[in-house]
């Protein structure tokens, strides 16, 4: 595999799909101020510019409240997806990101070849798994996220690109899959929003074979849904007999985890 090419690859896919084009921070005032100023023109060129903007237009416009994250801690991870999918109020259908690139340059040094097996967890939009899977790089992709909406869009996205990539309602702390049967874990951007994570991280060392890898990165923000110091997720991880590391990538308050599953615990 020609990795620079990969690369070449994925940021024209992201280009051409408009993924990760616009950092949130900026992104959401942004449409914030051009609903309280109604000017149609700006919310056009918003939705021009990143169609996925017209959820977040539609759910401020219809008044419905946003909840502070002390009531969002009170929902169940079921609840809160489901709330997500209803008001298009969570960033999770598309992708907030300035670190793509070198994410993606991440996963395919890990990878060191080509896994049977790609395990997407909270897939989201599935772009990444898709670009995987249609550029052959792993020889089955599955993707699972706990919203209809995005495993809906997820396969929408595999129908248009024949990735053949496969899509699943399901919870990352309940996996659809037998022990050890997967050859690369990729958890991105969900671990704070569940509410029992360590039993995310022990089902994803009860599903990975052994020597299988994990690319595992949240953000850690003081108002994450749930806080994860990230010596507390390598304890769990190490518990789940992956061993792991933290590396850094340039970007902002995201803790970057790179997993290996022993052989046994
Ligand atoms: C911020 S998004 C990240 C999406 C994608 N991984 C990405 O990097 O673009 C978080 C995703 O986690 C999903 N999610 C939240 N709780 C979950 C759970 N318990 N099990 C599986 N997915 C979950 C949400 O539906 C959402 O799609």
Redesign the pocket.
Known sequence: MNRNKVLRDWERFMKEHRIGIIDPNVLFPAIENAIRCSDDSMKAGIVELLPEAQSIIDHLESGAPRLTWNELRTLS?EE??AR?DRTGD????????QYEVPLMDEILKLMDGRPNFFL??????G??SNFIAAKRLALKCLG????EL?VAKALRFAEHFRSGVEFMK????QLPLDDGHVDFVL????LP??MEWQK?IAEIGRVLKPDGKLLLVYNFMPDSRMQIPPADAITALNQAGITSERFDMPTLNAVFIRGRRRWNN
Not at 90 to 97: D, V
């Open positions: 991870d809160l997806v997500q969570m960033a999770g259908l598309f992708n907030p990101s997407d967890i909270g897939c989201g939009a772009h990444r699972i996220d706990l919203s995005a399901a919870s990352c702390t958890m991105a951007d969900v929003w569940v995310a």
